[in-house]
């Protein structure tokens, strides 16, 4: 079954037919009813709530075959939580930036405020992590030096112990034409070396 391409697009709809027909035939395919949800949910293609549904069928069709009626949706949730008598909400927001604007809600009267799930958590984490003293950070690496050529073979220099120092080859580096030599001709070839490895 081929479902690569575009998504909510009514030319899927006989491809979203024939995958919920499959679905329907499988039960390890099938979403448990909609009187399981723990939680009110509301469709991307009416904006109503789902009830006496399949949620399987839901599913596919708002992602294959419809366009998404968002500004349908979020109008729905806002009559929704108006009829709650309550008028602040908070929504948690997951995933990349802030799809969920405001007018509905200030039309409906309600205060909204809206909380990042994932920074929340990163936060929460790191507020509660303490490091042991003995901690390293890498924070990002990448390398090529002598006797390694990537992480995993500088790894390998370091777990035993290999000092790769040498004296620098003149046929690699004339240091007896640097202006250092030039200004102390007593200048070892090992400390430059030194500098030059580092």
């Known amino acids: 079954m081929h479902l ?10 006989e491809l979203a037919k024939e995958l919920c027909e499959l679905c329907d035939g499988m039960e ?19 904006g109503r709530r789902l009830q006496e549904c399949s ?11 419809s ?9 729905e949730l806002a009559s929704a939580l108006k009829s709650t008598g309550v008028q602040a909400h908070t929504f948690a927001m ?3 930036g802030d799809c969920v604007p405001l007018m509905p809600f200030h039309q409906a009267r309600l205060k909204v405020s809206k909380i990042d799930i994932h920074r ?22 990448a390398c090529r030096l002598p006797g390694a050529n990537n992480l995993e073979e500088l790894w390998d ?17 004339p240091l007896h034409a640097s202006f250092r030599a030039s200004q102390d001709p007593k200048v070892s ?7 030059l490895l580092c």
């Open 4 to 13: 690569r391409g575009k998504v909510h697009n009514p030319e899927n709809a």
């Open 28 to 46: 390890s395919l099938t979403l448990p009813g909609c009187e399981y949800l723990q939680v009110p949910v509301y469709s991307n293609i009416t």
């Open 55 to 65: 949620l399987t069928h839901e599913a596919v069709l708002t992602i294959l075959a």
């Open 67 to 75: 366009r998404c009626e968002w500004w349908t949706l979020l109008n």
């Open 94 to 96: 997951f995933g990349i």
């Open 120 to 141: 929340t958590i990163r936060e929460a984490e790191l507020s509660e992590y303490t490091f042991p003293e003995d901690a390293i950070a890498i924070v990002g690496a």
């Open 157 to 173: 220099l370091m777990a035993g112990g290999v000092s790769k120092a040498e004296e620098i080859r003149p046929d690699r580096i």
């Open 189 to 195: 070839y090992r400390v430059l070396g030194f500098f």
